[in-house]
Every structure is written in structure tokens, then in C-alpha cells.
């Protein structure tokens, strides 16, 4: 089965600042993606970053990168320089490639104060 | 193109009403994601769809709530009859192929008085 889990209900960082985000995650599936949104007060669930199961590398869209430490099952997402618009709930998801099915975890309330 | 598109946006209905809400995907996308959002419960994935094939429904949480996807432009979820308990937004989200993120539309605000 999957599961993805998010720890952390609520986290605050101060502008300009980073910050981590943590997901982790259970499949038996060896190919999968594992994904990233956030949901401002408005209530649009906007894609942020894609990591893939096979990928070398850690995902980067501009201010944000996927920590991703496969043997630990995790997929933190780090927001670098931090701005106010970056208050909203981000939600970690994963995709196993056999059941094709995109789950998402609980999520986790960012707010970014002056 | 246009994005996920989903109406109606708001929808108020009484207990024991039916309750149909529609989705357009985006064009020339295979999958087909209806989802849940409550504060208590998250986003709760209900059906998805594979090229208009219902491929796992096992997330719809009773035989109320049925789902359909009659070509690959159109998708509805309908409750019937509906209760104040299934008051939540409903998301519908369309991906190109297997392993890709979905995009999501904007969204059905369901209230059930």
C-alpha cells in the first residue's frame, strides 16, 4: 500500500529566510514520483516540483528544491529565500507507476512572517 | 488551453437532493483524478480514470456517490441522495500520461444544509 506522511501540522520561517518541509513516504513499488503542491488561501492547488524514483539528481525550480533521500523514503521540500507569498498549505503526493493512483499527504500550514 | 475546468464553483443543495458536478480535463489528457477536501479527512483521492475507464474507485465512500467520464472531455460526480456530511471541495485534476504530475481545476465548494 502507500502512504505518505507529513509530520508537521503547522511551521513558521521569517521572510528571506529557507526552510524545510518534511514528507515521507511507503510503497513497494520501485518506480514512482513524488510530488509537491501548495494551496494559498484561495484554495487553487498549484504544482510546484516533480521528483522521479530513478532521478540522480535532487529536483530544482527556482527557489525550490526536493531533498530526496531514497533509502530514507523521504522527499523534504526546501523554500529558499522565503517570501510572504509563500504562506499556504503545500501538500507532498506520490505516484506509484504500477497502481497509477496520486495520494497525497495530510499537508503542512507554512506562514512566513516580516 | 483553457486548464482543468469544473463547475459549478458553488453549489448549495439540501439533504436528500441530487448533486452532479462536472469536470472538462485538459485536452489530450489520459487520467482522470476526483478528489475530496475536508479539514478533517485532507484530500481524499475517490476515482480515477484511465483513457474514460474507471480504473480504482475503492476512495468513493458510499453507493451514493457514483462517477462517470462518458468521453475524454467530460467527467461528472454525482451524489444521490445527498447529506450534510458530504458537505467539502470537490477537486477533479487531469494528468497526461502515467507518472506525471495533474493539474488541477479550481474546484467545487459543496454545502449541504
Known amino acids: 500500500a502507500q502512504k505518505i506522511t507529513q509530520t508537521q501540522p503547522g511551521m513558521f520561517v521569517q521572510e528571506k529566510e529557507a526552510v524545510t518541509l518534511d514528507c515521507t513516504y511507503d510503497?513497494?513499488?520501485?518506480?514512482?514520483?513524488l510530488f509537491w503542491y501548495k494551496q494559498p488561501s484561495s484554495g487553487e492547488m498549484i504544482f510546484l516540483i516533480y521528483?522521479?524514483?530513478?532521478?540522480?539528481q535532487n529536483a530544482t525550480e527556482g527557489r525550490y528544491s526536493l531533498n530526496f533521500q531514497k533509502a530514507r523514503k523521504s522527499a523534504n521540500l526546501v523554500i529558499s529565500a522565503s517570501q510572504l507569498g509563500d504562506s499556504a498549505m503545500y501538500f507532498c503526493a506520490m505516484r506509484a507507476y504500477n497502481t497509477d493512483k496520486l495520494i497525497f499527504g495530510t499537508g503542512t500550514r507554512l506562514q512566513v512572517f516580516p | 488551453d483553457a486548464g482543468v475546468i469544473q463547475s459549478p464553483r458553488h453549489e448549495v443543495t439540501e439533504m436528500g437532493q441530487e448533486v452532479t458536478l462536472r469536470c472538462k480535463p485538459i485536452s489530450g489528457h489520459d487520467y482522470l483524478f476526483w478528489y475530496r477536501q475536508t479539514m478533517m479527512r485532507g484530500l481524499e483521492l475517490l476515482i480515477y480514470?484511465?483513457?474514460?475507464?474507471?480504473?480504482?474507485d475503492s476512495g468513493m465512500p458510499e453507493d451514493r456517490f457514483s462517477a462517470k467520464m462518458p468521453n475524454a472531455s467530460f467527467s461528472t460526480l454525482k451524489i444521490q441522495p445527498s447529506e450534510p456530511r458530504d458537505s467539502a471541495v470537490y477537486f477533479c485534476a487531469s494528468s497526461p500520461r502515467r507518472n506525471t504530475e495533474a493539474f488541477f481545476g479550481q474546484g467545487t465548494r459543496l454545502t449541504v444544509v
Open positions: 480514470f484511465n483513457n474514460n475507464v474507471p480504473i480504482d
Open positions: 510503497t513497494s513499488d520501485p518506480s514512482y514520483g
Open positions: 521528483q522521479g524514483s530513478y532521478d540522480q
